[in-house]
C-alpha cells in the first residue's frame, strides 16, 4: 500500500502546469499480461458498479458517469504501473541494493539542488539533484523511483531544526547507490567537511552574480560562515547572526539555497571519487571535539553519543582558557582584526594574530585552494575580549604535512569574520 501510495502522488505530480525542476519525468513502467488481465477485470467490474449506480441514483448525468468512470481507469492504471514496477523479475529492472552508480556532473547537481530548494525544499532539492541526474545516465530503476517523498526533511526535519536537509536528502541518495563501506565513509565525510566549510560556497556566490542558477531571484554576493554544527538550527542561527539577515528574509532563504546546491555538488565529486577509486578522507576529529569528549565519554560521564563540539550548542562549561591570549585588560582598545600570518610566505610553520573587542565564540580554520576544511586551529571556542596568536605548523587535522600551495585562514568571531591568503612554500 506504501508504493501505491507513492507512485500515485508521482502521477498527479506531473499535472499539466504544474512546475517541476528538470530531470524527473513519469516513468514508463513495463507490465505483464497477467497484470494487463487483472486490469481489465478490475476496469470491467468496476464500470459495472458504476454504471449500476448511475441506474439507481437517476440525478448521476451521463457527463458524471464517463467521468467517474475514467477516473476509476486512471487510478487502477496507476496501481498497476507500481506492480510492474514492483515485479523486477518480469521487467528485468534491477533492484537489488546498492542500486548502480554511473559518474554525473557536480556542478549540474550544483544548479539542480539550488532549483530544487525553492521548488520543495533543501532536503528535496539536494536528493532530486542527485537521483534526477542518476535516472538520465544509468535510467531504469532511477526512473520509478519519486523524490517529492523528501521534502520532510526541510528545515532539519519538518522545520525542527535537526539534521540540515541538504544533509539528510544527500545522505538518503548516497545510501540508495553505495554500498554499506562506502556510504559509511562518504557520509562521515560529507558531514565532516560541511562542519567546517563556508555556506555559501564562492562558487555558488559566483554562479548567483553570473546568472548561471536557473532560478536568478536574488542575485548578490551573501556573506558566507561555518558553525562547526550539522544542524540546521546552529547553521541558520550562526549565519544569521554574523550576516545580521533574518530568518525569514529572502537573503536566508537564498543562502540555504545555494548551501542545498553546495552538498549536493560535493555529495556527487565524493561518489565520482569513489567510483574511480580515488576517494581519500579528509576530515579528521577536531581536537576540540576529542577534548569534549574527555568529559562526556566514557571516561567519564559517559553521556553522549556524537563527533560535535558541545561548545556550538551550550559553550565552554569546562572552564578553560583559550591558549596564547592577551588580557583585555592589557589591551583596553582591542577591535576586530586579523593580522597577515608571519612570516609569509613560511616553511614549515607560520604565526597569525588577531583581536576581538568583546567576549565571543571564535573559529579559526585553514582552508585549502578547494576551499576544504583541513586544519581546525580553534574550533568554536568561547574567547573573551583582547588579543590572540595561533601558531600553525603547515599541518592538518590528521597530522600530515600539507603541500606548498596557496591556503586561506578564515576568522570568525560572533558578527565578524575576514580570511586572509597563506602560502607554504618548501
Known amino acids: 500500500m506504501c508504493g501505491l501510495h507513492a507512485e500515485h502522488q508521482v502521477n498527479h505530480s506531473h499535472k499539466p502546469g504544474a512546475r517541476l525542476p528538470e530531470g524527473m519525468e513519469p516513468a514508463a513502467v513495463p507490465v505483464s499480461p497477467a497484470s494487463r488481465e487483472r486490469v481489465g477485470q478490475h476496469i470491467s467490474h468496476s464500470l459495472s458498479t458504476n454504471l449500476g449506480r448511475s441506474h439507481m441514483n437517476e440525478q448521476i448525468t451521463r457527463h458524471q458517469f464517463i467521468r467517474n468512470s475514467a477516473k476509476i481507469a486512471a487510478g487502477i492504471a496507476a496501481g498497476v504501473g507500481v506492480m510492474g514496477a514492483m515485479?523486477?523479475?518480469?521487467?528485468?529492472?534491477?533492484?537489488?541494493?546498492p542500486w548502480p552508480y554511473a559518474e554525473i556532473d557536480a556542478e549540474e547537481g550544483r544548479i539542480r539542488g539550488h532549483l530544487g530548494y525553492y521548488a520543495r525544499g533543501c532536503s528535496y532539492g539536494?536528493?532530486?539533484?542527485?537521483?534526477?541526474?542518476?535516472?538520465?545516465?544509468?535510467?531504469?530503476?532511477?526512473?520509478?523511483?519519486?523524490?517529492?517523498?523528501?521534502?520532510?526533511?526541510?528545515?532539519?526535519?519538518?522545520?525542527?531544526g535537526t539534521l540540515c536537509g541538504a544533509l539528510t536528502g544527500a545522505l538518503t541518495a548516497i545510501n540508495l547507490c553505495q554500498t554499506k563501506a562506502a556510504a559509511e565513509k562518504i557520509g562521515n565525510e560529507l558531514i565532516g567537511w560541511y562542519c567546517g566549510a563556508l555556506f555559501p560556497s564562492d562558487v555558488s556566490n559566483q554562479y548567483a552574480v553570473a546568472k548561471t542558477f536557473r532560478d536568478n531571484r536574488y542575485d548578490k554576493t551573501l556573506p558566507q560562515s561555518?558553525?562547526?554544527?550539522?544542524?540546521?538550527?546552529?547553521?541558520?542561527?550562526?549565519?544569521?547572526?554574523?550576516?545580521?539577515?533574518?530568518?525569514?528574509g529572502s537573503e536566508r532563504s537564498e543562502r540555504c539555497g545555494r548551501l542545498t546546491g553546495d552538498v549536493a555538488a560535493y555529495s556527487i565529486k565524493l561518489m565520482n571519487d569513489e567510483l574511480k577509486q580515488q576517494f581519500k578522507a579528509l576530515y579528521t576529529t577536531p581536537a576540540v571535539v576529542t577534548y569534549c569528549m574527555t568529559c562526556h565519554g566514557p571516561a567519564l560521564r559517559d553521556d553522549t553519543l556524537g563527533k560535535m563540539t558541545c561548545r556550538v550548542c551550550h559553550g565552554d562549561h569546562t572552564g578553560s582558557a583559550p591558549p596564547t591570549s592577551v588580557t583585555a585588560d592589557q589591551l583596553p582598545d582591542a577591535a576586530f582584526k586579523l593580522h597577515q600570518n608571519y612570516?609569509?610566505?613560511?616553511?614549515?610553520?607560520?604565526?597569525?594574530?588577531?583581536?576581538?573587542?568583546?567576549?565571543?565564540?571564535?573559529?579559526?580554520?585553514?582552508?585549502?585552494?578547494?576551499?576544504?576544511?583541513?586544519?581546525?586551529?580553534?574550533?568554536?571556542?568561547?574567547?573573551?575580549?583582547?588579543?590572540?596568536?595561533?601558531?600553525?605548523?603547515?599541518?592538518?587535522?590528521?597530522?600530515?604535512?600539507?603541500?606548498?600551495?596557496?591556503?586561506f585562514a578564515h576568522l570568525f568571531a560572533g558578527t565578524h569574520s575576514k580570511t586572509i591568503k597563506l602560502s607554504l612554500n618548501k
Not at 515485479?87 to 541494493?97: E, N
Not at 535510467?139 to 520532510?152: H, I, K, R, S, V
Not at 561555518?226 to 525569514?248: D, E, I, N, Y
Open 87 to 97: 515485479s523486477s523479475k518480469s521487467s528485468g529492472q534491477t533492484t537489488s541494493w
Open 126 to 160: 539536494a536528493y532530486h539533484a542527485i537521483v534526477s541526474l542518476l535516472s538520465e545516465k544509468v535510467g531504469a530503476p532511477y526512473t520509478t523511483m519519486p523524490t517529492e517523498f523528501l521534502e520532510w526533511g526541510r528545515g532539519g526535519a519538518w522545520s525542527w
Open 226 to 248: 561555518s558553525c562547526g554544527s550539522p544542524l540546521c538550527h546552529a547553521s541558520v542561527s550562526t549565519w544569521c547572526t554574523f550576516s545580521k539577515f533574518k530568518r525569514g
Open 343 to 407: 612570516p609569509n610566505p613560511f616553511n614549515p610553520s607560520t604565526t597569525i594574530r588577531f583581536s576581538i573587542p568583546k567576549d565571543a565564540i571564535v573559529s579559526l580554520i585553514i582552508y585549502d585552494i578547494h576551499g576544504r576544511a583541513i586544519k581546525n586551529l580553534i574550533s568554536y571556542e568561547d574567547y573573551g575580549r583582547g588579543s590572540f596568536e595561533v601558531h600553525w605548523d603547515g599541518r592538518d587535522n590528521a597530522n600530515q604535512a600539507v603541500p606548498s600551495g596557496t591556503y
